[in-house]
């Protein structure tokens, strides 16, 4: 369904170069979750950026998005745009980013399927109520009236799903569609985007900062470390045995519930590096327990694990993981 | 009630609350925000406050502070009833207890370097000796992981989010308080400076000899800091226990969920679709009896009738429900 080859993105800043996305490469099949973890700042965003030909227009794209069968990058500005309507759908952090402050929920659904989907204003009010209803919204009839002030963050975000499910996508990205919520209405989101994707057998790119999110709920997972995938595997392939550094100090970090309280957290010191200034050696090795002087001199490619599906960017792979964070 | 829990030591508590209500007027109607909460934090003791956005956290904080001016009740800090004091014994009181809040950049002053927003409390208390302000900005910078002569002469929009929460922990610290009230402190952060602040609030408790009462919507979270947690739900306590018996036996079926909600990172655990239906009804005009029923799967008509009061299901555990879960 997707497939990213080599994509490169870069923005020019007063400081310098800063290669936000560094040659990644990625698929997803159609009726498969891919889950990117990674921290605040690592290139989740711009790589789902350069996905949907959304990046700011200084930025420097390099590489081919295939998308159904098509390079994206090689279309004309005016398809592009019928593809993010219909084919491709994204749900941002931020519901009010995709939402429109002045126009009632009813609008915003109806115009969106009246454009894409040319039905008639009849059925696309129809279609409307089912999506709220679908999308887990009580009374939906009388919701189209409001606007989107007038909701919870939640119900904002329920909102901003159905308008990115309206036209039946074939791919959808969430970038962090539930970092802004609380703990209980995450769960709810998470449930609603999982059940649609399968009952629309679509593609989904699940971004977070949190591996507790992609553990139930991907198919494979892509840990992004300073613009580079650092490891990618099947997701019980990752949680079984965790090969980059990174990826097991990201899960050592999350509070265990079944930790005593005033347990210390083993934390990731410092920040990742500073992306116009890139390092020589690997991007980890200012912060990584495991570092040996290899790892400041020389970059390490990624390399198969045990299968060719199971990648990881390291020198010194973990070894032996007992599945939970040591 | 209250009255029946005994603190873990024999002293008095710090900070005891008793049947506190806030409300505010919203055109002719009113939003019951916090209605009849009783809690008391024994001195250097942590208390978790958990519960979804909009039930009354932030208010209970600011009204325990008085900030905002209870509706009724008490607030007895070190014995001495904060709501019927005035101008500057109020003032003088307050300085034993600050506040840090979710949003750490926008809590910070974008055009004050951070030198003096560190040092504006000093200013307030009348600290007038320069190099003594000066000394104590240093110190509490460098307590909380910061180097002085590095930051002081930048301003805030030069940090990164980790590093703001980090700035307005040195500025509560700076004038030595009792208690600090953690207004969800971590939940704009994500999972690697979490556990790094997590961490450096553990730290201060210990060196500076400090109470907290530690406000978040995430269990997990509150548990990793907290010796006892408080449930709220709707502005009224639902559940109050020691954070390991209240994991591994909550009485109440919102704490129930709440775990329930929690994102395991093990993809063997598969998260369960069950009770997290529904979003907190309108503070503007709660349910009868329990609040939380139009929410809970144990329900019945006594639930709509009564309103359940806390009362001591196992050693310092309380709950408030007609049903509990043990
Ligand atoms: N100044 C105000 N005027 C009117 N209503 C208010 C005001 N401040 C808060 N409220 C309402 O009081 C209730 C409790 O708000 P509060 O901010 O304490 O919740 P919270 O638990 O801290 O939520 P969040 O996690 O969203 O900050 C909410 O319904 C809120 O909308
Ligand atoms: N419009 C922009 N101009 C310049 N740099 C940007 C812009 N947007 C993001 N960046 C930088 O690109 C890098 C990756 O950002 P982003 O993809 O937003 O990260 P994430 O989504 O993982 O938080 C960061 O260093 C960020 O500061
Ligand atoms: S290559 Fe070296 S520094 Fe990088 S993650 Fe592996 S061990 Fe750590
Ligand atoms: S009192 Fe009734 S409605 Fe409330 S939590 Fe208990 S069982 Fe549920
Ligand atoms: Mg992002
Ligand atoms: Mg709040």
């Known amino acids: ?326 | 009630m209250m009255q029946q829990y005994q603190p873990a030591t024999s002293h008095a508590p710090l900070l005891e609350v008793d049947n506190l209500v806030v409300e505010y007027p919203v055109g002719a109607r009113t939003v019951h925000a916090v209605s009849g909460v009783s809690l008391q934090i024994a001195r250097g003791e942590t208390l978790g406050l958990v519960g979804e956005s909009g039930c009354g956290k932030s208010t209970l904080g600011r009204a325990v502070l008085q900030l905002r001016r209870p509706t009724s009740g008490k607030v007895l800090f070190d014995g001495q009833d904060l709501t019927a004091m005035q101008g500057d014994t109020l003032r003088l009181m307050r300085r034993r207890v600050q506040l840090i809040f979710q949003d750490p950049i926008a809590s910070l002053n974008p055009r004050r370097r951070i030198g003096d927003i560190v040092a504006e409390p000093l200013m307030i208390a009348g600290v007038k000796d320069p190099a003594k302000r000066k000394q104590l900005v240093d110190e509490v910078l460098a307590a909380v992981g910061l180097d002085p002569a590095l930051v002081v002469g930048r301003l805030p929009h030069e940090f990164s989010g980790g590093q703001c929460q980090r700035i307005c922990i040195a500025r509560a610290l700076v004038l030595n308080p009792e208690f600090i009230i953690c207004d969800e402190p971590v939940s704009a952060l994500d999972v690697s400076i979490r556990a790094q602040i997590l961490n450096l609030l553990e730290e201060m408790k210990s060196r500076f000899g400090l109470t907290l009462l530690f406000i978040a919507h995430d269990l997990a979270v509150v548990k990793a800091v907290s010796d006892r947690v408080a449930v709220m739900y709707l502005g009224r306590l639902c559940e109050v226990g020691p954070s390991e018996q209240l994991f591994a036996k909550p009485a109440h079926p919102y704490t129930a969920l709440l775990i329930e909600a929690i994102p395991v990172p093990d993809p063997d655990v598969r998260p369960t679709e069950t009770v997290r239906v529904g979003e907190p009804p309108s503070p503007i005009a709660p349910p009868s009896g329990c609040r939380f029923r139009t929410r809970c799967p144990r329900a019945d008509a006594r639930c709509s009738a009564e309103m359940p009061e806390l009362r001591v299901v196992a050693p310092g555990q309380l709950v408030a429900c007609h049903h509990p879960l043990i």
Not at chain 1, 155 to 172: F, G, N, T, W
Not at chain 1, 196 to 201: D, I, K, L, S
Request: proline letters at 8%; hydrophobic letters at 40%; charged letters at 20%.
């Open chain 1, 1 to 326: 369904m997707l497939s990213v080859e080599n994509v490169a993105v870069e923005l020019p800043t007063p400081r310098g170069n800063l290669r936000a996305v560094d040659h990644v490469n990625l698929t997803v099949g159609a009726g498969r979750t891919l889950g990117v973890v990674g921290e605040s700042g690592c290139g989740k965003t711009m790589l789902s950026r350069a996905i949907l030909q959304l990046l700011p227009k200084k930025a420097k794209l390099s590489g081919r998005v295939m998308f159904d069968g098509q390079d994206l990058l090689q279309l004309s500005p005016e398809k592009l745009r019928k593809l993010r309507g219909r084919s491709l759908a994204v749900v941002f952090q931020d519901p009010m980013t995709s939402l429109n402050p002045v126009l009632t929920i009813g609008t915003q659904l109806i115009e969106t399927l009246q454009e894409h989907l040319e039905l008639d204003q009849a059925t696309a009010t129809k279609r409307s109520v089912e999506l709220l209803a679908a999308v887990g919204i009580p009374a939906p009839e009388q919701r189209l009236t409001q606007y989107p002030h007038q909701l919870s963050g939640g119900m904002r975000q329920r909102v901003a799903i159905a308008i990115a499910l309206s036209c039946e996508p074939k791919l959808l990205i969430a970038d962090e569609p539930t970092t802004a919520l609380d703990v209980t209405i995450q769960a709810q989101i998470l449930d609603l985007l999982a059940r649609e994707q399968r009952r629309r057998h679509m593609a989904m790119i699940l971004i977070t900062h949190d591996l507790g999110v992609v553990a139930g709920r991907t198919d494979e997972v892509a840990v992004m470390y300073a613009g580079r995938v650092v490891e990618r595997a099947p997701t019980p392939a990752l949680f079984k045995k965790m090969r980059m550094p990174y990826t097991e100090a990201l899960l050592a970090a999350l509070p265990r519930i079944d930790a005593a309280p005033h347990t210390p957290l083993p934390a990731i010191s410092g920040r990742p590096p500073d992306p116009t200034r890139p390092l020589k050696g690997c991007s980890f090795s200012p912060r990584c327990r495991y570092a040996v002087a290899r790892c400041h001199a020389e970059k390490p490619d990624l390399a198969e694990a045990e299968t060719p599906a199971h990648q990881y960017a390291c020198f010194h792979p973990i070894e032996n993981h007992a599945g939970a964070a040591a």
